[in-house]
């Protein structure tokens, strides 16, 4: 899927909607990372918070083919391993490709929801 500005925007207002908040980009990622964790709503710490925002964005980059799962730490969390460098990204281009991924992640999670 190709990104577009309008997809992007359709995505945040379904993330909006769904979670009745104004859904922003750090929002997203820290609702990916907290599906992806499995630890449901609960109270973070801001540093816990900041983690996991940190696990959406690397579950994503796994999605694009620049991570690789390699297991599980001790505290239960997904480690993961560079394949393609992400450091090489500008951030512009990384926020894109991250976007995109979005799309096509909430697209997967919200459509059974919408049905």
């Given at each position: 899927m190709?990104?577009?500005?309008?997809s992007?925007?359709?995505?945040?207002?379904k993330?909006?909607k769904?979670?009745?908040v104004?859904?922003?980009?750090?929002?997203?990622l820290f609702?990916?990372?907290i599906q992806?964790?499995?630890?449901?709503?609960?109270?973070y710490?801001?540093?816990?918070?900041?983690?996991?925002?940190?696990?959406?964005?690397?579950?994503l980059?796994?999605q694009?083919g620049?991570?690789?799962?390699?297991g599980?730490?001790?505290?239960n969390?997904?480690e993961?391993?560079?394949?393609?460098?992400?450091?090489?990204?500008?951030?512009?281009f990384?926020?894109?490709?991250?976007?995109?991924?979005?799309?096509?992640y909430?697209?997967?999670?919200?459509?059974?929801l919408?049905?």
């Amino acid at each position: 899927m190709e990104y577009s500005e309008e997809s992007w925007n359709e995505t945040v207002l379904k993330v909006s909607k769904h979670f009745k908040v104004t859904a922003e980009f750090d929002f997203m990622l820290f609702v990916i990372g907290i599906q992806e964790l499995g630890t449901g709503m609960t109270k973070y710490s801001r540093d816990e918070k900041w983690d996991i925002i940190n696990l959406g964005k690397c579950c994503l980059l796994a999605q694009l083919g620049y991570l690789r799962v390699t297991g599980k730490d001790r505290d239960n969390w997904p480690e993961f391993e560079e394949i393609k460098s992400v450091k090489s990204l500008s951030p512009t281009f990384q926020k894109r490709i991250l976007k995109q991924a979005m799309i096509v992640y909430f697209d997967q999670v919200l459509k059974p929801l919408e049905q």
